[in-house]
DNA sequence: CTGTTAGCGCGTTCAC
DNA sequence: GTGAACGCGCTAACAG
C-alpha cells in the first residue's frame, strides 16, 4: 500500500538483490540475470506497482524518450490529423509525444517552446504560428532535433515537411479546367505568417497565366460571416462566356466560402467550389464539396522519421519524403451542369 | 556555442558564482539576491541559452508541473475540444499537459497510462476507451490524483466531469415535443465502454414514457454507410398521426445519420434530426442541424480544478463543477414543417 | 545575502 | 552473473 511510488531502490530490498539487478531488468540486460533472480525482481516489482521513473533515467543520459510538437491551431482537423501521424509514428519508435498548442499567437509560442526545451525532449516538431527564429535558432544551436511541419521558417536551416504545395494547386487548376471552368477566383487566408499559403498563392498566380485563365485573388482577414461576400457577389455576377470557379486554400477557407455560398444563394457547382484539405462534413453539404485530401498520416512518420534521423544514437536511415502528393476526391461541387 | 544543453553548473561558473544563487534565481526567490548577483546570472543564462531543467527539478521533489490526460479518440471534435480546454486551463496554472491518445483501443490505454505514470505527472484526466479499473486504481493508490472525463470506470472511486446527460436528454426531448414530434428513434453507438452513453440512453427510455412518446431506440456497432439504413428507412415509412423525429447520441451518430438521410433521400425536419455535440459543419447541412453543444472549455478547465484541489500543495479550493450543461442549437432539422 | 553539502531515482562503469 | 560507487542537474537544508 505504497502512499507514494516505488523506487528502484525498494524493488531491490524487497528483492533482496540490489539497485543494479533490478535496473538491468527493466533496461534491455534482463537476460543477463539468473531465472530466479528475475522471478524475484518480477514479483517485487508487481508487489509494488513499480514503473520505472522515466525522468530520472533521462537524466543520465539515457535520452527522455520524449519528442515535443508545437502546434499552431490544435482546433484545426489537419492539425489534428497530423497530431494523431505523428504520435502514432513516435510511439511506434518507443517515443512519447508531447503536444503544445499556440492558438495560433506568436507570444504563446514562445513559451511552449521554451517549457519544450525545459522538458528535454529530444526532438521538436513545429507548425509555427508566427516567425520564432532567435528561440528556434537557439535550439538548433543547442542541438536539439527540429522539423518544421507545413510552415517553414524564415532564416532557419530546417526540414519542412507537407504537402507538395505546387503540385496541389496544379491538380486543382487542372481539374477545374477539365471539368469546363474557366476563370477563377482564389481564396486564402493571410499568406504572412504560413509559408504553404505563401507557396499555394504564388503558385496560383503563375498557373493561372501558364494555363491562360480569368483569375482573380481574395486574402481573407476575418473567417467571419460576411468577410468573403462583396468579392463573391461581385465575381458571381461578372459576365462570362464559361463557368467561373472558387478555389479554396485551405479547410477554414472552404468552411467560409460555403458559407458565403449559402448567404448569397449561390449554387455550388454552377459556380465551382474546389476546397484544399479534406474534411468530413464535404460529403454532406450538397452536391458535395470537391477536395484536395492531404496525406496526413505519411506526413506525420515522414516527420518523425526525420527527426529520428538527426539523433545521433540513429544511423539516419528511416526514407524521409519532404513533399507530399494529395488525393484529388471528386463531387458534385465541381460539375458546372449540376 | 554549446553544443548541447547548457547547466546549471556552467551558468554559475560564468557567472563567477555557485549554483545554489543560480538556482535561487530561477526558483522562486530571485528577490533574496544582490541586484548585481542577478544581472550577472541572467547575462550568463542568456549568453549559454540555458533552460532549467524540468526533469531534474522534478526529481528532487518540486513536482514535474507536468499534467497527463488520455484521450479515447483525438480525432473527435468533441474530445479535441476538451483537450484545448485541459490545456489552456492547465497552462493558466503553470502546468503543462502530455496528451496520449488511445484511439479507443483498451490495449493501448494500457500501455500510455503506464508511460504517462512513468513521466511523473503529477494527475492524471483520463477520458477511458475501455475500464482499465486495475492500472487505475494502482495509480490512484499510489497517490496520483484522478480525475474522469465524460466516462465513469467501474469500481473507481474518481471524480467524473462531463455534460450533465440527464438534462441533455430532457431538453432534446422537450424541444422535440415543443415543434410537435410524437414518435422519435434514440440513435446511439456501442453504450458498453461509455459511462455518458449508457446515461443517455436509460434517460432517454426514462423519460420517453413520463412524456408518452412513442419511441424506438437504435446501437449502431458500426459507423459505416450503411448500417443504419434499414432502421431509419422502416421507422420513416411507419405510418404515424404525428411528426417522427431521430434523436443522435453523439457527433459521430449525427454525421452517420445525416448520411442515411441522405441515402434514403430524406428530408431533415419533415423526419425531424437532433444531434447532441455541435460540430461546424452543422450549420451547413441544409436547412441546418439542431444541436445540443458542450461547453467543453467549461468542461475541461472543471477537470483541472479537480486535479489541483487533489494536489497536496494546493488548499483544494478551486471551484469544481462537475456536471455541465448543454446548450440547444436551434436550426431547421427540427421544424416539421420545413 | 551567499556558498557548501547532501541527496532525489536512476544508469553506468568497475571490480568481485 | 552480481553488487558497490559515482554522477546526471537540480533543490533543500545548513552553515558562513
Not at 8 to 34: C, D, M, N, P, Q
Not at 150 to 179: F, P, S
Not at 230 to 254: D, H, I, M, W, Y
Given at each position: ?66 519528442l515535443g510538437m508545437l502546434v499552431a491551431d490544435i482546433r484545426n482537423p489537419f492539425s489534428v490529423a497530423a497530431v494523431h501521424g505523428v504520435e502514432q509514428a513516435a510511439r511506434a519508435h518507443g517515443y512519447s509525444l508531447i503536444v503544445c498548442n499556440t492558438d495560433n499567437d506568436p507570444e504563446q509560442e514562445q513559451t511552449q517552446l521554451a517549457s519544450l526545451a525545459a522538458y528535454q525532449v529530444e526532438g521538436l516538431i513545429i507548425n509555427a504560428a508566427g516567425q520564432p527564429e532567435p528561440q528556434l535558432q ?201
Amino acid at each position: 500500500m505504497p502512499s507514494s511510488r516505488a523506487t528502484l531502490i525498494e524493488v531491490a530490498k524487497l528483492a533482496g538483490t540490489s539497485k543494479t539487478s533490478v535496473s538491468r531488468y527493466f533496461g534491455s540486460e534482463r537476460e543477463r540475470l539468473t531465472a530466479k533472480l528475475q522471478s524475484q525482481i518480477e514479483q517485487a516489482a508487481n508487489t509494488l506497482g513499480y514503473q520505472p521513473n522515466l525522468m530520472a533515467r533521462g537524466l543520465k543520459g539515457g535520452g527522455s524518450r520524449l519528442l515535443g510538437m508545437l502546434v499552431a491551431d490544435i482546433r484545426n482537423p489537419f492539425s489534428v490529423a497530423a497530431v494523431h501521424g505523428v504520435e502514432q509514428a513516435a510511439r511506434a519508435h518507443g517515443y512519447s509525444l508531447i503536444v503544445c498548442n499556440t492558438d495560433n499567437d506568436p507570444e504563446q509560442e514562445q513559451t511552449q517552446l521554451a517549457s519544450l526545451a525545459a522538458y528535454q525532449v529530444e526532438g521538436l516538431i513545429i507548425n509555427a504560428a508566427g516567425q520564432p527564429e532567435p528561440q528556434l535558432q537557439a535550439l538548433m544551436h543547442s542541438g536539439i532535433p527540429l522539423v518544421l511541419l507545413d510552415r517553414e521558417v524564415r532564416q532557419l536551416d530546417a526540414e519542412v515537411i507537407g504537402l507538395d504545395n505546387t503540385q496541389a494547386i496544379d491538380m486543382a487548376l487542372d481539374h477545374l479546367v477539365q471539368q469546363g471552368y474557366r476563370s477563377v477566383l482564389y481564396v486564402s487566408e493571410a499568406p504572412e505568417h504560413a509559408s504553404a499559403r505563401q507557396e499555394r498563392l504564388k503558385r496560383f498566380k503563375q498557373q493561372v497565366k501558364t494555363l491562360g485563365l480569368d483569375s482573380q485573388t481574395l486574402v481573407l482577414n476575418s473567417l467571419d460571416e460576411h468577410s468573403a461576400l462583396p468579392t463573391l457577389r461581385e465575381f458571381s455576377q461578372r459576365p462570362a462566356c464559361a463557368p467561373k470557379a472558387v478555389l479554396c486554400a485551405n479547410g477554414n477557407v472552404t468552411l467560409a466560402m460555403v458559407r458565403s455560398f449559402q448567404h448569397l444563394g449561390l449554387t455550388m457547382g454552377s459556380i465551382g467550389l474546389l476546397g484544399i484539405d479534406e474534411l468530413e462534413w464535404c460529403e454532406l453539404v450538397s452536391p458535395g464539396i470537391t477536395t484536395l485530401a492531404q496525406p496526413t498520416d505519411a506526413i506525420g512518420q515522414a516527420a518523425v522519421a526525420c527527426l529520428l534521423n538527426q539523433l545521433p544514437q540513429h544511423p539516419g536511415k528511416l526514407a524521409v519524403q519532404a513533399l507530399h502528393s494529395p488525393t484529388l476526391i471528386i463531387r458534385g461541387s465541381t460539375s458546372p451542369s449540376g
